[in-house]
């Protein structure tokens, strides 16, 4: 990992970070020592099989958990509490207020966090609604809403905050595949034209590829490092293995302890 | 994995033709939208089927009175009618209705007041949670009239006596429904609520009470209905324990004087003001909130 040396400092900075929770009868560890860096712009995928800590990671960048070891930073200050720089999407339909019309949870966001008010904090929420393509449905309530649409408004609310980093925790899960492809795809549409900086927690391969710029793979029970790969977007076959990416990402994620070897010579190659 | 696929594909049947067609554009699709004939519609209206079954209990009621034929008993329905309208334009009635009214309104909002203070308290420390939680369990089940003899020498007889009990009828019934409604908020909204920074008060009132807002209007209606039953029951049971007497002391009167059809003109006026508040109050609350917002069908 460190053959990168970043040209500016990362704006986030997980270091070695061990992290637990506890059930009714066990205490589980999530994710173990795991570090990495998000650089400003990037589309950083965390990818893993269930089990691997990826969502209970995001937690922890958004503040609400603390890590048992290890540090969080963001712009060099350590993580304690969720906030509006770090604005985060969901996997759940439910994460908008049902009381609140498309516009006025937009507006919500920006009031109870103190950023705007009154007529400027409408016409960025109208301006961050437009984007998605939704300003005919701005006085809709979120029920009236398809399940697409609902995580549009969500993906929304948390630009128009314009947060240091968005955290999108698999927000196109609970969507069926055709919108999902669409959805990737205007996620790109908009990331192409505000370059903000985006973590983003996938299980699906294909999902990462697309979406991601660099891809952080984790091993599960309990999460640990596996690789960081970088993607253009594009599903390729890579000339010195002969091998495409989607297939040699698979093969990381499930191959036994004994093939491990072989495989780290392949890394550099891809790296 | 490649030979199980190639396995699975020659097994299948003998290939068909494909084959591609545009969409026809300028065709008559028919009827796609059928109005309602005039009979559905007036069957789809809700006040319209509850007056039918309200006026078939009444001709019900008439025929078995009038079958019956003992006013001491059951007085028909027209003969309640009538006694009612003369006690209303006597003005002893409304008189009376407002007087429970009055006390009704004084102890369901100081009831309802002590109960929010109470579960903010609870959703914010862990000891006021249990606090809340032992004390419902303990009190709820507590007829608040079995209090009432204890109050009337704490208060004398007198208004004290009745708010009290109706605080302790309201109060219970509306903490233990809003309590449950914010323990069953969402959790990716309480954590939208944290991410956008919010915390404390601001937290309570802006995304546990309209996020629980059907739990808390069934709260506020069971505890309406419990304060009635109260101060129904302890004027009846305790005689005016205010000067001027309510409800309750109107129907005992004529209870005491055999004036059945006006014992049945005040239950009738119970129920009546019942029905208007739910139709009235608790409907259009529910229409302009949980209903709009897609929280209740």
Redesign the interface.
């Known amino acids: 990992m460190n053959q990168h040396t970043p040209i500016e400092a990362p704006l986030l900075q997980v270091r070695g970070v061990t992290l637990q929770y506890k059930t009714k009868e066990h205490l589980v560890t999530a994710t173990y020592r795991v570090s990495f860096d998000v650089l400003k712009s990037e589309r950083y995928v965390l990818l893993g099989p269930s089990g691997c800590g990826k969502s209970t990671l995001m937690k922890a960048v958004g503040g609400y958990m603390t890590p048992t070891e290890g540090t969080i930073t963001l712009k060099g200050k350590s993580i304690r509490k969720p906030g509006p720089d770090r604005m985060m999407v969901f996997q759940e339909f439910d994460q908008l207020l049902p009381w609140k019309t498309v516009k006025k949870n937009v507006i919500f966001a920006l009031e109870s966090s103190g950023k705007m008010r009154g007529r400027q904090a409408e016409e960025k929420a109208l301006d961050a609604i437009d984007k998605v393509n939704l300003t005919k449905f701005a006085d809709n309530y979120p029920h009236t809403l398809s399940g697409g649409m609902k995580q549009r408004v969500a993906i929304a609310r948390a630009m128009a905050m314009e947060p240091d980093i968005l955290l999108l925790d698999e927000p196109f899960a609970a969507l069926d595949a055709l919108t999902r492809r669409k959805m990737q795809d205007e996620l790109m549409q908009l990331w192409a034209d505000t370059k903000f900086t985006v973590l983003f927690v996938t299980h699906s391969i294909p999902e990462a590829i697309r979406i991601g710029s660099r891809i952080l793979l984790l091993s599960p029970h309990p999460g640990q490092v596996k690789a960081e790969l970088n993607s253009d977007g594009e599903d390729r076959v890579n000339p010195a293995t002969g091998v495409k990416l989607s297939d040699y990402i698979h093969g990381m994620l499930f191959s036994d302890p004994a093939a491990a070897p072989e495989i780290k010579d392949v890394e550099r190659v891809h790296d | 994995m490649t030979d199980a696929s190639s396995i699975e594909r020659t097994s299948t049947p003998p290939p068909r033709p494909e084959y591609f067609r545009k969409e026809d554009l300028n065709t008559d699709f028919g009827i796609v939208e059928k109005p309602l004939t005039f009979a559905e519609r007036l069957w789809n209206h809700g006040g319209l089927r509850k007056s039918v079954l309200l006026i078939a209990l009444a001709v019900g009621w008439e025929v078995y009175a009038r079958h019956l034929n003992n006013a001491l008993l059951v007085p028909t329905f027209t003969s309640t009618i009538e006694a009612f309208w003369t006690a209303i334009l006597s003005g002893e009635l409304p008189g009376k209705a407002m007087n429970s009214l009055r006390l009704l309104l004084q102890g369901y909002g100081l009831g309802l007041v002590l109960a929010l203070l109470f579960t903010a308290f609870a959703m914010m420390t862990r000891i006021g949670n249990d606090l809340l939680e032992t004390l419902t369990s303990m009190f709820n089940p507590l007829p608040a009239i079995a209090l009432l003899p204890l109050t009337l020498i704490w208060f004398g007889l007198g208004d004290k006596s009745i708010i009290f009990v109706l605080v302790h009828s309201v109060l219970w019934a509306v903490a233990l429904n809003t309590h449950s409604g914010f323990k069953s908020v969402?959790n990716?909204?309480r954590?939208?609520?944290?991410?956008?920074?919010?915390k404390g008060i601001?937290f309570v009132t802006?995304?546990l009470i309209?996020?629980a807002?059907p739990s808390i209007l069934t709260g506020l209606k069971i505890g309406w209905a419990f304060a009635w039953r109260t101060l129904i029951a302890a004027e009846l049971v305790f005689g005016a324990t205010s000067g001027k007497g309510g409800l309750g002391w109107f129907i005992y009167e004529a209870k005491n004087q055999l004036e059945i059809p006006a014992v049945f003109a005040g239950l009738f006026t119970v129920i009546l003001i019942g029905l208007l508040v739910e139709n009235l109050i608790f409907r259009n609350i529910e229409r302009v909130?949980v209903k709009?917002?897609?929280?209740q069908n």
């Open positions: 969402s990716t909204l954590m939208v609520g944290r991410n956008c920074g919010l601001g802006k995304i309209p996020a807002f909130t709009r917002w897609g929280m």
